[in-house]
């Protein structure tokens, strides 16, 4: 069997800072103000980097302009929540301490990780993902054994984990999903983010004993509320932290763009036309906000599952739909493939909750259906699809 070739540069996902490369360079150029040690951007400009320029159009002066630069740029926002909160993780990796996201899944905790360490430092990518088989020498850094075998401890040994390679060059590092890391790995990090060094006791005696942060290094890690259990933190290390809620997005016009912009871009990378009407992804991001709050957005009571109705899964079913849409045309109407894929999703966590996702239909769309929103009565004629 033969495959197509495909090009050694082809990824489908590019890092922040090759993606945004054409505004991470603008932006460097755009606002020439003070920046901590070792940061690409000002503080400033990493927060218009994130949250958007507000579709106004920035203008570099005529002594700032590059070539391969555009002298105008409207930067687009990338993650869709609170100015303030961005502000304050700016500020807290300013005065190089670190940075804890927390939130349910789903709430773009990893995306915004990523953002600040791509227009801070230019690299996103020294992480660490943390799971229940994290070791130290992750957090650290290892050996070689066959330089160690023959030559013994040595500098050219030593293989430094990616916080050890952000500590040397003033980067940004990141541990996603800390509280899955056992204690004990977790500690590794107290003594790092006190006293800024790593000792190296295999290397006593040598100029490579210790290793210590350069200017601007600093950390960022992520933790899901609900796994809190999983390996709940130290105090001390609570302590070396400065912690950002990252919440649900407040405004569902907001969800919808975003969950609409997301799946778009899926589809664009299969090279597959996006066909998934826009009263569709309303009443799909409606469906899980309500499920999410236990309320609907008239007031009334739903029945809240047990699994995380999050924005990430609502573009997993959008994404869904699109390429339903564009590799079935005709097959089926997209909408109703909806009901079939809320129950996956609903059931992720306890199969019994198929019967809450019933009594949403029974209750919010129902209603909705007799007040005369026409594409909810075609989803309460579909009630018969839960049955499965």
Same mark, same amino acid.
């Given at each position: 069997?033969? $495959?197509?070739?495909t ?10 800072? +090759? ?13 020439g103000?003070p ?14 980097? @994130?949250?958007?320029s ?16 555009? +002298? ?44 600040? %360490? %791509? %227009?801070?430092?230019?690299?996103s ?5 943390? =799971?229940?088989? =994290?070791?130290?020498?992750?957090l650290?850094? #290892? ?7 023959? +030559?013994?401890? &040595?500098?050219?040994?030593? !293989?430094?984990?990616? *916080?050890l =390679? ?12 800390? $509280? ?14 006190s006293?800024?060094? *790593? ?8 100029? #490579?004993?210790?290793v ?5 290094f600093?950390? @960022? ?8 259990g !999983? ?13 950002e809620?990252? #919440?649900? @997005? ?8 975003? !969950? ?25 991001? $409606? ?11 008239? #007031? ?5 599952p047990?699994?995380?109705? &999050? ?6 079913v959008? $994404? ?13 109407d ?6 079939? +894929? ?27 259906a007799?007040d005369g ?16």
């Amino acid at each position: 069997m033969t $495959t197509a070739a495909t090009p050694d540069t082809a990824r489908q996902v590019d890092p922040a800072e +090759h993606r945004y490369a054409e505004e991470l360079a603008f932006l460097a150029a755009y606002d020439g103000g003070p920046r901590p040690p070792g940061w690409r951007l000002t503080p400033r400009a990493v927060v218009t980097f @994130i949250t958007g320029s507000d579709g106004r159009e920035l203008e570099l002066a005529k002594e700032d302009r590059r070539d391969g630069l555009p +002298h105008k740029l409207a930067v687009p926002a990338k993650f869709v929540g609170e100015r303030a909160l961005v502000e304050r993780c700016v500020v807290t990796l300013a005065g190089e301490r670190g940075l804890l996201l927390v939130g349910e899944p789903g709430t773009a905790k990893s995306m915004l990780s990523e953002l600040l %360490a %791509a %227009a801070v430092c230019g690299s996103s990518e020294l992480t660490v993902q943390g =799971t229940a088989g =994290t070791t130290e020498d992750q957090l650290r850094y #290892g050996w070689n054994y066959a330089l160690l075998l023959a +030559h013994g401890p &040595s500098k050219e040994a030593l !293989v430094p984990s990616p *916080i050890l =390679t952000a500590m040397r060059t003033g980067a940004v590092a990141r541990v996603e999903e800390i $509280t899955r890391c056992l204690p004990e790995v977790q500690d590794a990090l107290v003594s790092l983010l006190s006293d800024r060094r *790593i000792a190296v006791p295999e290397l006593a005696g040598t100029d #490579g004993a210790t290793v210590p942060a350069a200017p601007g290094f600093t950390l @960022i890690a992520s933790a899901n509320l609900r796994d809190r259990g !999983v390996s709940e933190m130290s105090a001390a290390l609570k302590r070396r932290f400065n912690f950002e809620t990252v #919440g649900p @997005i407040a405004d569902l016009a907001q969800e919808t763009a975003l !969950v609409a912009r997301q799946a778009r871009a899926a589809l664009t990378r299969v090279k597959a036309p996006f066909e998934v009407d826009e009263a569709v992804l309303e009443a799909l991001v $409606t469906a899980f906000r309500d499920l999410r709050e236990g309320r609907s957005t008239e #007031g009334w009571d739903v029945p809240k599952p047990s699994t995380v109705m &999050s924005t990430a899964e609502a573009v997993a079913v959008a $994404t869904s739909l699109g390429l339903a849409a564009a590799y079935f045309p005709g097959d089926r109407d997209v909408l109703s493939l909806l009901p079939g +894929h809320l129950l996956g999703v609903v059931r992720k966590d306890d199969p019994a909750d198929g019967a809450k996702l019933l009594g949403y239909w029974d209750g919010a769309v129902r209603r909705r259906a007799e007040d005369g929103a026409r594409l909810w009565r075609r989803l309460w004629e579909l009630r018969d699809e839960l049955d499965n």
